[in-house]
């Protein structure tokens, strides 16, 4: 754990901050806001320390959210990723994003993505992790992998099928479609808009769970995680990377990044 800054109950990692709250919760947060809360490798390390941190101290409930209104992850950093040109390249870094994904969806404690913002891509994979995802008023959500030219490859879209409908859960990754808030209710994939301020919002929806004691909660995440067939889902998410990090070679993928980087606003 690099350029670790503390003050109570606040720990600065440097791109991932994490806040302890006295009432049973902690708050993990992607600190990108510039770029959107674009997740690079330093991201990834620092997601995995505030996980371990997370999991060691005295909260019951772990809440996933990114700096600022915007976004809450736009998915990978696609100006980095866009060095990595071949299968081999790509897979590495997606196995990595794919562990710290599995640490989530395995999480002992109740996790809840908190969509301050937009998610799209790796965004919307982030969250699915998560047990529930709640989001602010203007939040969209786009599983837009297919825009540029590969699939979920960090083990989101075999954690969405656990997560909602398969219909729901093909037509949201097959169309690459960005959806608002609305739409997103009724495809099941987050379970309340909180309006008003965000941070108070979420912790408001939070009151009931929030009213149980820790082994109540633990012990109904653990019947939650009972209910996945684990090797499977570990299975399942390994052949997604291999399939995403063959076509994260071809050029189709490259050039559709490159659009993007090179974009004009
Ligand atoms: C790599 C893993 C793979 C997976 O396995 O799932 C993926 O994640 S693929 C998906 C990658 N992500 C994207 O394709 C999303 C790209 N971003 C956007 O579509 C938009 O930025 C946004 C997220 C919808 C937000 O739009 P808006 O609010 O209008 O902001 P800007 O577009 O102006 O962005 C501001 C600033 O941030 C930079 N940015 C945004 N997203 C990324 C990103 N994923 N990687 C790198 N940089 C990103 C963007 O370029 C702007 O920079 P400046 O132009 O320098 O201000």
């Known amino acids: 754990m690099s350029n670790l800054t503390k003050k109570e109950g606040v720990i600065s990692m440097g791109v991932v901050v994490v806040e302890q709250e006295k009432n049973g919760v902690t708050w993990i947060r992607i600190n990108r806001e510039k770029i959107r809360n674009a997740i690079n490798l330093d991201v990834m390390d620092e997601l995995n320390d505030a996980l371990h941190i997370a999991e060691k101290d005295e909260s019951r409930i772990v809440v996933l959210t990114g700096a600022g209104d915007q976004a809450f992850c736009s998915g990978g ?42 998610a799209v891509g790796g965004g919307c994979e982030l969250s699915v992790a998560c047990d ?32 909602i409908s398969q219909a729901h859960a093909m037509e949201m990754m097959l ?63 390994k052949r997604e990377i291999e399939e995403c990090s063959l076509l994260w070679a071809t050029d189709e993928h490259h050039e559709a990044v490159n659009r993007f980087l090179t974009r004009s606003k």
């Open 77 to 118: 950093d696609l100006s980095v990723f866009q060095s990595l040109k071949t299968s081999e390249e790509a897979y590495k870094m997606l196995m990595k994003m794919g562990a710290v994904l599995e640490k989530i969806l395995f999480f002992p404690k109740v996790t809840v993505a908190a969509l301050n913002g937009t």
């Open 132 to 163: 529930f995802r709640v989001a602010a008023p203007h939040v969209k959500m786009g599983f837009v992998q297919g825009k540029l030219g590969i699939t979920t490859g960090w083990g989101g879209g075999t954690i969405l099928l656990q997560r």
């Open 175 to 237: 169309s690459a479609k960005i959806y608002p808030a609305n739409s997103l209710i009724n495809l099941g994939i987050i379970q309340e808009i909180i309006s008003g301020p965000f941070q108070e919002g979420v912790l408001n929806w939070l009151k009931p769970y929030l009213n149980q004691n820790a082994g109540v909660l633990q012990a109904y995440k653990a019947r939650l995680l009972d209910s996945f067939d684990q090797l499977t889902i570990q299975n399942n998410i």
